[in-house]
């Protein structure tokens, strides 16, 4: 419904996609204008940031694009309209997925993509059957992590009502740190999104495969494969999450 409502105005939705395009793009325009002054950052060329942009940018893309809208979970708790998504035949997670789909958020799956192609042409990696099969792995493993993120956010807002930007914070401001060579942050940084909320797993891990560095945080080579263990166990511990924080709901009283 919502995507034909998007399509009912085709110029209104060209225009706001390329405009999303845009302002996603500016993200890695700042990190060209950093190039323009060094040459590498944290040790890492432009190509292999662009490498680690894409990856993300493409990951979390396809999660927002599927789940993003239960950034806005915490209004429906705090108002009530939440009753309406109870009464209906359909799991309450899959209508608060569909809740106002915006599919303009495509812009930033394309913006993503569009970097990842440059980072593959211009990074000299000596690819093998095994780095190149790691590749679909992240991005698919990398979307499941962020979709466990959005939705373990959601959950927390049955407790915390309207707490769309700590949930923000996780996702949105995890995507654009991972934008970024691990070798920039503190150590403590790095190991806390490695081993407490595990979105280096999302590129900085297997990307480190893939271009010849070491793992992040200490880790040995072969955790590069483990990001599909670690979007399972994710995705386990956001579900369980839900459906706690769904059981424990109780309107609004009014």
Request: charged share 10%; net charge positive.
């Amino acid at each position: 419904m919502w995507i034909r409502s998007t399509l009912a105005y085709r110029v209104s939705f060209v225009m706001t996609a390329l405009g999303g395009l845009l302002v996603t793009g500016l993200d890695f325009v700042a990190i060209l204008l950093m190039f323009s002054q060094v040459d590498a950052l944290g040790g890492y060329s432009l190509p292999e940031i662009a490498f680690l942009y894409g990856l993300s940018a493409m990951s979390f893309g396809f999660a927002d694009l599927a789940i993003g809208s239960a950034g806005r979970l915490g209004t429906r708790v705090r108002d009530g309209t939440l009753d309406t998504l109870l009464v209906r035949p359909a799991p309450v997670l899959a209508q608060v997925a569909a809740d106002r789909f915006a599919l303009r958020r495509v812009s930033r799956i394309v913006q993503g993509t569009a970097v990842f192609g440059y980072a593959l042409v211009a990074t000299d990696v000596a690819w093998s059957p095994q780095k190149v099969l790691l590749v679909p792995v992240m991005l698919v493993s990398g979307g499941a992590i962020f979709g466990a993120a959005f939705v373990a956010g959601a959950a927390f807002q049955f407790v915390a009502q309207d707490a769309a930007e700590v949930q923000a914070a996780f996702t949105y401001g995890g995507q654009t740190l991972l934008q970024y060579p691990p070798t920039v942050f503190g150590r403590e940084l790095v190991r806390g999104v490695t081993f407490l909320f595990p979105l280096a797993f999302v590129n900085w891990v297997p990307a480190s495969y893939v271009l010849g560095r070491p793992c992040p945080a200490g880790l040995p080579e072969w955790a590069a494969f483990a990001p599909p263990l670690v979007a399972a166990v994710c995705c386990a511990a956001a579900g369980l999450a839900w459906r706690v924080g769904l059981r424990s709901y109780r309107s609004t009283g009014s």
